[in-house]
């Protein structure tokens, strides 16, 4: 009976319904259930993230202070290791000191350990906009609390996991809002430290659904490499899709994946479900927590772990730029 057991037991995802071995450690569905993203948890955190307390996290202030210190003791919580000495990478922009949050989990392959993977947000937003109703704190609860909640998530499932057999950084970014300076200098950084970097991937503005008849996601620089039919493949299902606009509006050089695709030439790619249909508030102080679509953001998060671990665990590397 105990082989028996021990042969069934599997980890489920609820994203795809499928059965998934995780590093030849079989687990059970409630055991799997138990590491994926809760919505109750996501909400928690975002709603830290865009509350006035943090003043619209603009860089340089006492607000994002107060966001790089949730981020680093939810990274603490969850025995993702700071990267370098401590968690911040420090710049400075003129009388600013900026910091962004790198947390690590090293692969478990012998191998591929060292080569890595970067999943990165910005966590910083635009501090103040044009008063509404007396309310000129802009939250960034969509731009970028969303994104920075689902790097979080991720970094708590494969520190859980343990399914990685590439190293992780799980980047978050101040100065995005001043020109992408903070993962500019943090790309420069790793760059001239000789990391050997596969993939990265930016994520903006993932609080809000799109439209039922559209793909799930859109990535940006859709032709520059087969990043969406990869990610797509591993999920088993067509997550991440091409937006015309997002050509159109130039939106692969205006988020914080151009960066680490100008200093090492390799596939790194936003993925957003802001389409420019589906929510009326950027850059605006009704861009609150009240306007997030919990259900969706949790569903993309764990919808996204079968995609992000097919990446980290390819025996080769699979993802490749394409010859535009």
Same mark, same amino acid.
């Given at each position: 009976?105990?082989? #028996?057991?021990?042969?069934?037991? !599997? ?35 975002? %709603? ?14 006492? $607000? ?17 290791? &700071?990267?370098?000495?401590? +968690? ?38 635009? $501090?103040? /906009?044009?008063?509404?109703? $007396? @309310? ?20 708590? +499932? ?10 992780? #950084? ?72 091409? #937006? /015309?606009?997002?050509?159109? +509006? ?16 390799? &596939? ?6 802001? @389409?420019? !249909? ?14 997030? @679509?919990?259900?969706?953001? !949790? ?6 772990? &079968? ?10 590397? %699979? ?6």
């Amino acid at each position: 009976m105990k082989k #028996l057991l021990s042969i069934i037991i !599997t980890i489920t995802f609820l994203s795809c319904g499928g059965q998934k071995e995780i590093s030849g450690v079989k687990k059970t569905s409630e055991e799997s259930h138990n590491i994926l993203a809760l919505k109750e948890n996501v909400k928690s955190s975002l %709603e830290y993230l865009a509350s006035d307390a943090l003043e619209g996290r603009n860089t340089g202030t006492a $607000g994002i202070e107060k966001a790089a210190v949730f981020i680093e003791n939810f990274f603490k919580e969850n025995k993702v290791q &700071p990267y370098y000495e401590t +968690y911040r990478d420090s710049f400075n922009l003129d009388n600013i000191v900026g910091y962004n949050i790198v947390g690590y989990i090293e692969g478990h392959d012998s191998e591929l350990k060292n080569e890595f993977v970067i999943l990165g947000a910005h966590y910083d937003h635009i $501090g103040t /906009a044009e008063s509404v109703n $007396g @309310d000129s704190i802009a939250n960034g609860a969509n731009d970028d609390a969303s994104g920075t909640v689902a790097v979080m998530e991720w970094a708590k +499932y494969f520190s859980k996991s343990k399914s990685n057999k590439r190293s992780i #950084l799980f980047t978050l970014y101040a100065a995005e809002e001043m020109g992408l300076k903070g993962s500019g200098h943090l790309a420069k950084r790793l760059k001239d430290e000789a990391l050997n970097l596969y993939t990265m991937i930016n994520f903006e503005m993932i609080g809000v659904p799109r439209a039922e008849n559209e793909t799930m996601a859109y990535i940006t620089g859709y032709k520059k490499s087969n990043m969406a039919e990869k990610l797509n493949d591993y999920a088993k299902g067509d997550i991440v899709g091409f #937006l /015309a606009q997002a050509k159109a +509006y130039n939106l692969f050089m205006r988020s914080d994946n151009y960066p680490f695709f100008n200093a090492f030439k390799i &596939p790194a790619q936003a993925i957003s479900t802001f @389409d420019f !249909t589906n929510f009326d508030y950027y850059h605006h102080v009704d861009d609150e927590t009240d306007k997030m @679509d919990f259900e969706h953001m !949790t569903s993309f998060i764990n919808k996204m772990i &079968p995609a992000l671990e097919g990446m980290i665990n390819a025996e080769t590397k %699979e993802i490749k730029m394409n010859n535009e």
